[in-house]
DNA sequence: CCAAAAGTGTTGTAACTACACCCATGA
DNA sequence: TCATGGGTGTAGTTACAACACTTTTGG
């Protein structure tokens, strides 16, 4: 492996949804500065690295996620946002099914967790306002692309779907509008399966349909 | 001034408006490579620059163009996109109205001037898909923000930003929804003052309302 | 008076909002 | 049978697209 660039590096946020919860995924750092804080999972980039490859091998190394789909979302340059240094840091954003990865903390992460993102500590750095942007960068493709695809369950109620838009967007969602929206728009098929275990009513399942 | 960081660069997309026609501003370039090639204006980051101050600097040593409004609209990191060595760029598009500068070549830039949209050469490195980067970014804040304030002159016929929207959207516009639209939405506000010169009925003039 | 550009209204459609009740099931 | 979450329809509003003629002026 070459040398990395000492001014460029990634970070990367990721989502997940878990227990009726939004949730980030966070690495307790190894190192000063900030050790044993929770952190955004990012680290620096290679001389002959792609930057998004960067930000894969780094959510390999540092917290086990693997060969997801990452979209850039933003640049951070402050020019004191490290202090040790100066450090670019580019964000890359991912959807995940946590239930999909077994976590596990290497290279500089002491551990690895989901933390439920409105009950967060504040992180270092400039981690907060990459959460942020993350956030709303979330918030505005709600709607463009099915970018669910890897947050929810393959079958799911619409319920739990409108549930997780409320979680994102912030606030609530009148259900009859929701449900003539997903379904007009053919953002979701409805199967011919309900959902089992509930205390009560048990509802059909859908699935996202993603456009060709 | 402290050392540059030899992997990252600003590049700069500078739109302006002139003779109808919708110009990006280039530099010929003064050293290999692509010595004598028309180009994007670009160059380093130094150690202790915030970014978007980087870009003004490059922009003002390259072209005299100075303390204009920048937004960034993208990175550009392939590994091979510089032949010389790994070089990240970060972009930044402007809005100016080519007649309240003179350019003035300087620093590596041989020579500077205003080129037609549709009618240029290939350019070297990456600088045709940040081109594109920056007319997509164009096109879609459009109709979001009044950016149009520093493409325009303070005073303009409706028809004229109208002959704008199209040159940028590249398709045609139906001039009764045009007018409705700018004026129902508070972009513009009506003068008392009419064009005068032109061949035929002289038209109201307008100015763009920024929002406060 | 004529050429050229300025300016003006209506209608249909699609998308969104707001809003309240009955239904099916498991306990 | 009842508590719980699942599921449905209508009406008003707003934003947009399509479309053709009259008006004003300078030459």
């Known amino acids: 492996m070459s040398d990395k660039i000492n001014n460029l590096s990634v970070d990367c946020v990721v989502f997940g949804y878990e227990d009726n919860q939004l949730k980030a995924l966070l690495i307790k750092r190894d190192k000063e500065p900030e050790a044993n804080k929770w952190s955004l999972p990012g680290s620096y980039v290679y001389l002959d690295e792609p930057i998004e490859k960067a930000a894969q091998r780094v959510l390999l190394e540092l ?31 991912a959807l995940v099914r946590p239930e999909m990865f077994e976590l596990l903390a290497g290279s500089h992460a002491k551990e690895v967790s989901w933390h439920e993102i409105n009950s967060l500590e504040k992180l270092p750095f400039d981690h907060n306002q990459m959460l942020d942007a993350a956030l709303n960068w979330l918030k505005d493709e709600l709607w463009r692309k099915p970018i669910l695809i890897n947050l929810l369950p393959e079958k799911f109620p619409l319920n739990q779907m409108q549930e997780l838009y409320q979680l994102i967007l912030q606030n609530p969602i009148d259900n009859r509008n929701f449900r003539k929206k997903v379904i007009s728009q053919g953002l979701v098929e409805k199967l011919n399966e309900k959902s089992k275990g509930g205390q009560q009513r048990p509802a059909f399942l859908y699935k996202l349909k993603v456009p060709l």
């Open 63 to 93: 917290t086990g996620i693997h060969d997801i789909f990452l979209t850039q979302v933003g640049i951070f340059g402050e020019v004191d946002r490290y202090p040790q240094h100066r450090v670019i840091s580019i964000l890359y954003c």
